[in-house]
């Protein structure tokens, strides 16, 4: 299995760089934020629950979460591997993906952090909220969003830098661009 996880602030392009690597590598892609919007429109308990936390851009609870992830990975075992996006989130939650995977004998092989300067999330965001319907692209719920990653994601990021593990996309760029920065890395490691 080839296992990615991609971090970075909301905004920093995880989704689009996400669907390019599934298209060149074949991934199998688990982007928490979709999941929980469908859970939304399917009027779900856990679309309940997480509806007002999302317009308020806070986080859902770890343990919601792990256990929404934990399905998701044993329902595609036979993936040719995982794309990760938008988890882990938390210290807790980086902590549980790694037992995950340890127990189905595989590992997270690359973590890539998507790096774009403050003034160009808030811009990007605030022009996806004109068509993306969502309820977290304003202006007001940018800013929380960003300061809640700050807090409880980046503390996630230093972890993994510690151990080496890290690899960085500069994102301040086109989509094209950033995407041979990740081509890079992954065939680097391949
Ligand atoms: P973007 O997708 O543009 O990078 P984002 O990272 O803020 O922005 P999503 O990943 O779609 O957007 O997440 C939207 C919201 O869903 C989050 O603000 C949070 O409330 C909730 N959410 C998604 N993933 C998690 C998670 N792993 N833990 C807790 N809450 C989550
Ligand atoms: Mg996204």
Redesign the pocket.
């Known amino acids: 299995m080839l296992n990615i996880v991609i971090t970075?602030?909301?905004?920093?392009?995880?989704?689009t760089q996400s669907d390019l690597i599934v298209k060149n590598y074949g991934l199998h892609h688990i982007?928490?934020?979709?999941m929980?919007?469908a859970e939304i429109k399917a009027g779900s308990e856990i679309g309940q629950l997480?509806e007002h936390?999302?317009a308020d851009?806070?986080?859902?609870?770890?343990n919601v979460?792990i256990e929404m992830l934990h399905k998701q990975i044993l329902e595609h075992k036979d993936a040719k591997g995982f794309i990760f996006?938008?988890?882990?989130?938390?210290v807790a939650?980086a902590d549980a993906l790694d037992k995950m995977l340890i127990s189905m004998g595989e590992k997270i092989d690359i973590l890539l952090v998507m790096n774009v300067k403050h003034e160009t999330l808030v811009e990007r965001?605030i022009l996806?909220g004109q068509t993306s319907g969502r309820s977290?692209d304003n202006k007001e719920t940018i800013e929380k969003?960003l300061a809640?990653y700050t807090e409880n994601t980046l503390p996630v990021i230093e972890f993994y830098r510690q151990s080496n593990r890290l690899t960085e996309a500069d994102n301040n760029t086109t989509v094209e661009d950033c995407f041979a920065q990740i081509k890079k890395i992954i065939d680097a490691h391949q």
């Open positions: 970075g602030a909301p905004g920093s392009g995880k989704g982007s928490t934020g979709d929980l919007r997480a936390i999302i851009g806070k986080l859902v609870p770890d979460m996006d938008g988890f882990p989130r938390t939650q965001l996806r977290d969003r809640v």
